[in-house]
């Protein structure tokens, strides 16, 4: 029994882990973060991808403002969110490692990003 739950349990950490569990648009693997604009911190940022991403061309301004915690009233999780991501993006365009970004289709002229992640492909 102990074995069978074991392995249920990895099972279904496996399955989650790879499936985004959150609404998008669209998904890009492998893209380049070419400029990040921090002007709006702590509570948004701005940059660019190399690759287009949903509806939203390669250069468009991609905006990140809380994602999972942008309706949260709690706001030093935002701002914790929103810092972590700003690292990761700087992360990423200092070191020219690929990115795999999760947005929603422009509306009104803005193309806002769920998830962003650094990968290592």
Known sequence: MKTFLLT?????SL????TACFPFDGE?????VTV???ID????MSFMISKPVANCPAGYWLRYDGGP???????TKLYA????VLAALLTALASGKPVTVYAY???GGVCRVQAVYVTNL
């Open 36 to 38: 990040v604009n921090s």
């Open 15 to 18: 399955l989650f882990h790879s």
């Open 69 to 75: 915690f942008a309706s949260s009233a709690d706001t």
């Open 28 to 32: 890009v693997t492998g893209a380049t």
């Open 8 to 12: 249920l349990a990895l099972s279904l």
């Open 81 to 84: 969110n929103n810092k972590a």
């Open 41 to 44: 911190m702590p509570d948004a």
């Open 105 to 107: 289709n422009v509306v």
